[in-house]
């Protein structure tokens, strides 16, 4: 049975933002082990789009949460944004720390894809106590050169069409015929959300030229929750090597690899990531 999904609006405030709002999904019931999932960036992107199918499966076993992170979909998008992705990076976890406070929450696991990955790392070195154990899919913040699909996928308000949305689209996948014959139509409806003015000044913001925000073996390394790293072998935006440095310079991880298998892992390969979270946190 398909767990039910609640949404609500969760005010939080930060030091240097001031008073923001959390759109949160939410399955399962509160006092069970608690999932926080955290989606990637790109323009368009939120909760509901990564992570509806996975809300409505762990949400059986499980306390999920899926927020829109601040700068995206329906929560707040600051008037005067972070610049840069490190700087950014820093107001989310502020935030995403106080967001769990206002859950009373007192810890979570952290599933992380993409940019997601990136907040994950970050936070537990800042709030360690708050995090139980951490799954990074296509998770970014390694120190390789970004693809070309990468680069697209920033540089998207040079011109956003829907034929480059859908161009998009088909990178986050192994095989673009996974969007059968509905791939302009989700395009189309994704595309408006991305050109809400507020979501492309997060956009621009959160890829402004600034310090860059990658995780050294030395800081991975002092890193010891417990961690399991999945990776599509087919990743076009976040390579396999990206996975395979992770599991290489974290101490404590497991490493999956998913053959024909993209980006969007939880989307690809919906049902065998769902069962591998699942023993996952069964494991001692």
């Known amino acids: 049975m398909t767990a039910t999904i609640n949404e609500r609006k969760i005010a939080v405030t ?6 923001l709002e959390f759109h949160v999904l939410e399955a399962g019931e509160a006092g069970k082990p608690a999932l926080l999932l955290l989606h990637g960036s790109g323009p368009g992107a939120n909760a509901r789009t990564n992570w509806e199918w996975q809300l409505g499966e762990l949400g059986n076993d499980f306390h999920v949460i899926a927020p829109d992170i601040i700068g995206f979909g329906q929560s707040s998008h600051p008037e005067d944004p972070p ?5 950014f990076t820093a107001l989310r976890v502020r935030t995403l720390h106080a967001l769990l406070n206002a859950l009373d929450v007192a810890s979570a696991t952290f599933i992380g894809n993409s940019m997601g990955g990136i907040i994950s790392l970050a936070f537990v070195q800042e709030h360690p106590e708050q995090v139980d ?4 899919m296509g998770g970014g913040g390694a120190p390789i050169p970004p693809t070309p699909e990468l680069i697209k ?3 998207f308000y040079k011109e956003p069409t829907v034929e480059a949305m859908a161009g998009l689209m088909t990178a986050f996948v192994a095989d673009p015929s996974f969007f059968g014959d509905n791939l302009d ?4 409806e994704r595309l408006p959300l991305a050109l809400r003015p507020e979501v492309e000044r997060s956009h621009r913001a959160t890829f402004a030229k600034g310090e860059p925000l990658t995780f ?5 390394a002092s890193i010891t929750k417990p ?3 999945v990776h599509g ?3 076009k935006l976040i390579p396999i090597a990206a996975g395979e440095y992770f599991a290489e310079h974290l101490p404590n991880v497991e490493f999956d690899r998913f053959p024909n298998t993209g980006h969007w892992l939880m989307i690809e390969q919906a049902q065998p990531f769902a069962d591998r979270v699942r023993t996952f946190m069964n494991a001692s």
């Open 233 to 235: 072998e087919n990743d």
């Open 153 to 155: 996928m920033i540089t």
């Open 185 to 188: 139509a989700i395009a189309g």
């Open 83 to 87: 610049q840069g992705l490190k700087a």
């Open 227 to 229: 961690t399991l790293v």
């Open 14 to 19: 930060d030091s240097e933002a001031g008073e």
């Open 133 to 136: 154990r951490l799954v990074l």
């Open 216 to 220: 050294p073996p030395e800081v991975l």
